[in-house]
Structure formats: C-alpha cells, structure tokens
C-alpha cells in the first residue's frame, strides 16, 4: 500500500510563512523609516524655535544698541553744527576752548550681535527655517546689519581717526590738552588706584585745570576756517550717512520683530 505525503501543502505553507515573515520586517522597517522621520523634524522644529528665539534676542539687542547709538549721534551732531556755526560767523576772534569742547574726535562704533544668524548659517541650521519669507527677512536684515557695522567701524572710523583727528591735533592748545588730561585722570584715579605720588606731582598743574579763553585772530583765524570748515561739514555728512545705515538696520529688526508676533 502506497503511502502519499502532502509536499505540496507543506510547500505553500512554506511560502507563505516566507512572505508573512517578508512582510513583517518590511513593515518594521518602513514604520522605523518613518518614526525616523518624525523623529528627526521633531528635533529640527525644536532646533528651529530654540535658534530663532535666540535670533530675535540678538535683533532686539541690536535695536537698543542702535538706539542709544543714534541719541549719541544726535548730540555729537548738534554740537559740530554749534560750533561750525559759531566758526563761520567768527571775524575778529574765536575761542579755540569752545571749539574742542564740542568737537572731538571720538564716534558712535556700531558692533552688530549677529551671533546667532552666524552660528545658523555656518552650520547649515538656516535649512530649519521652514517659512521661507522669514528665511529671507532674516538674510536681508543680517545683510543692513553688517552693512550698518561696516559703515560705522570702517568708512567713518577710517576718515575720523585718519584727517579728522590729525585735523583737529594740528591745532590744539598745549595747555589745553594738559587740562583735558587732567580731566581725564580726576575721573579715573579712584578706580585706578592711581598711587599718592602721582596725584601730589599733578596737583603742581592745578592752574590747566581752568578753563580761559584760547583765542585765535587774523590770519590765524582765516587758516583755522580754511582748514576745519571742510573737514567738519564732511564729518558731519558722513555721520549723517552713518545714522541713516543705522536706521535702516534698525527697522528691518522692528519688521522681523513683527513678523515674529504676527506668526507666533
């Protein structure tokens, strides 16, 4: 008698349970592929928030500094246009005194914090910005702010310490740049813990501690106009240019600073 052994059925159930067993990693690897996925741009909102926040303390700092920048300016200005004025009008005499106390060669320096915006686009992070009009505000307003830095640190310094303070050097009173000196140092010898001798030798200079008069007349005079009127209408156009770089940068901040409200 013949025995008959179902190979046939064995070998479909050996299919079958190959391909549930296909199935099943297939889908256990596709699901990980996906939690992956959310995953990682889980992390990448969470990065993108952390960083923007961040980004937006930076504008912010930003525009206070730009605000008392621009107060600055604004005095620095008022008083160069006092005493151009005061310069121009002069015949008989003018009061080198007045002029120096209004004019200096020191300038409001704008160091942009653009730390942030650095770091993100250094490391390839601006890729988690995900609104693109955001994106390129953030470009536009890095861009005015180093502008704004550049204008300040370079082009303005370069013409106020370079023919501007050689300028105004050229014609400043020895007794008064003793006087300023020890303007200086009555200010600072507490917290430099300047030594009793030092104080005891400058108290023989007490008379440049009063302010007189440091007149200059005639010809004197016509080469002080000749020489300063240019040089201070030119600083104060390109303290003018300055302030206005200043502004510029300062609104593109207040537009993300909106913007940031409006989509919160």
Known sequence: MEVHH????????????????????????????????????????????ELIKAFEYDVRANIHFIDSLLEQGHKMEYEIDTALLVLEQAEDAFDLDFFYRRVSYEFPKFLSKNDTYEQMKNSGALRYVKDQALAEKMVEYSSNSEGAEYRSREQEASFVLGEFSGMLMRWFPPELSIQKYLYSYDRMAERLQSPDSTTRLLKKMDRFRHSSPHLIRGEGLQQFKRELIPVLTRRLGLMKTTMSFLINAKQKGLDILTYLEQHE
Do not use: C, Y
Request: aromatic content about 14%; cysteine-free.
């Open 6 to 49: 179902p190979k046939r059925r064995d070998h479909a159930r050996h299919w079958v349970s190959h391909l549930t067993e296909f199935f099943m990693l297939f889908l256990a690897v596709t699901l990980g592929f996906f939690a992956e996925n959310l995953r990682e741009t889980h992390i990448e909102q969470e990065r993108a928030h």
